[in-house]
C-alpha cells in the first residue's frame, strides 16, 4: 500500500523543503521507492535542495497539462536508487494545478511506489491545500517561535477539515511533529519554546527534533539532502526521524544542553573559523 | 549600546533561568490566542451578527446589557446546536 506524506507547515523558510528531501531520501536509501513532489508552482526549490536543478526538462504542470508523461517528468535521484523527484512549474499561473490533475498524478505513482511525499509550500492557498489533500500522514515543521507555532496550528485544523479523508469520514490523517531548528542552549537559557511548551499548545505526536545546525545550509549549498551528512547531527536526527516515521522506537537526540566542555568549544570555534 | 545593556547581557548570561524568561511569556501568549482561535474555528461568519441582531430584539424588551447575553454554536453527533444564552437583571422589569 503506498502511503503519501505532507511535508507542511503553513509559516514558511521552516525547513519544509529540507525536510522533504532529507525524508524521501532516507525512505529511498531504506529500499522503499519514493516519489517527491514539489507543490510550490512558481516558486520551485526542491529541484535545488536535491541538486538536480540543471536536469529540469518537464514538470508538474506540464504532467497534468498532458505535454508530457509522468515518466518523462520524473527526474532520477543522483545520490540513492529508487527515488525519484517531480519538480514543480515555474509558471506564475498557480491555478494550473487541480484537485483531479493531482488525483490523478497520485494514483499513477501509487501503481509503482511506496512512499509520495509531498513538499507543501507556504500558506493556506491552493497549493498548500492540493499538497495536504491526498495525504495519508503529515509532518508538521515547526519552528520553537511563536509565528511558527500558530500557524501549525492552524495547518493541524486544515488537515483535519479540508483533507480527503476528512471530507470521507475515513481515518483521519496521522500528524506528527517535527521542530527544526532547535537550541537546547537557548531553551536551558529561557530564550526560547522548549519542546514541552510546543507539545503543551499543540499536542501533536513528536517526530523529531532536528537541533539548528551549520550543516543545513552546507548541505543546501552542496545540493546534497542534509540526511547524506552521517556526521552531521542535523543528518543524525533526520535519519532517527525517518526511523520513527516507519515505526521504529528511537530516543531522541540533541535535545539536551552541551556540558560546557571547554576543549568541545574550543573545537567547535575551530571549526566555525575553518 | 549602553553599559547598563551590556550589564544586563552579563546578568542574563550567569543567572541562567530566570522568571522573566521570554519563552514563558511566549507560551503564555500562544497559549491564549491558539485557544481564542480554535474557538472560533469552524463557526459560520453569520454568528457575530446573528448575536448583534439578538441583543438589540432582547433589548427593545428588556433592560440588558450586551455581555449579558452569549450566542453559541455547538456540534454533536451531527447536530447542530445554537445555544443563546441570556442574564436577565435581578429584578425583572416587564415593560408594557
Known sequence: MTKTIVVTSGKGGVGKTTTSASIAVGLACRGFKTAVLDFDIGLRNL????????????????????????????????????????PASQTRDKDALT????????????????????????GIERGAHLAMYYADKAVIVTNPEVSSVRDSD???????????????????????????????????????????????????PLLGVIPESQSVLRASNS???????????????????????????????????????????????????? | MTISAKLNKVLHYFK??????????AKERLQIIIA????????????????????????????????????????QDGCSILELNVTLPNAVEVSN
Open chain 2, 16 to 25: 541562567g533561568v530566570d522568571k522573566t524568561a521570554s519563552n514563558k511569556l
Open chain 1, 223 to 274: 545540493g546534497d539532502p542534509v540526511i547524506m551528512d552521517a556526521e552531521s547531527d542535523a543528518g543524525q536526527a533526520y535519519s532517527d526521524a525517518v526511523a520513527r516515521l516507519l515505526g521504529e522506537e528511537v530516543a531522541m537526540r540533541f535535545v539536551s544542553k552541551e556540558k560546557n566542555n571547554w576543549l568541545k568549544r574550543i573545537f567547535r570555534i575551530k571549526e566555525e573559523i575553518a
Open chain 2, 36 to 75: 481564542h482561535e480554535r474557538n472560533k474555528k469552524g463557526k459560520p461568519d453569520y454568528l457575530v451578527s446573528l448575536q448583534k441582531e439578538l441583543i438589540d430584539v432582547i433589548a427593545k424588551y428588556v433592560n440588558i446589557n450586551k455581555d449579558d447575553v452569549c450566542v453559541d454554536l455547538d456540534r
Open chain 1, 99 to 122: 484537485l483531479e490533475g493531482v488525483g490523478k498524478i497520485l494514483e499513477e505513482l501509487s501503481k509503482t511506489f511506496d512512499y509520495i511525499v509531498c513538499d507543501s509550500p507556504a
Open chain 1, 154 to 204: 492552524r495547518i493541524l485544523g486544515l488537515l483535519a477539515s479540508k483533507t480527503k479523508r476528512a471530507e470521507e469520514g475515513a481515518d483521519p490523517i496521522s500528524e506528527h511533529l517535527l521542530i527544526t531548528r532547535y537550541s537546547p542552549n537557548r531553551v536551558q537559557r529561557g530564550d526560547m519554546l522548549s519542546l514541552e511548551d510546543i507539545n503543551d499548545i499543540l499536542s501533536v
Open chain 1, 47 to 86: 529541484d535545488l535542495i536535491m541538486g538536480c536543478e540543471r536536469r529540469v526538462v518537464y514538470d508538474f504542470v506540464n504532467v497534468i497539462r498532458e505535454e508530457a508523461s509522468l515518466n518523462q517528468a520524473l527526474i532520477r535521484d543522483k545520490h540513492v536508487k529508487d527515488l525519484y523527484i517531480l
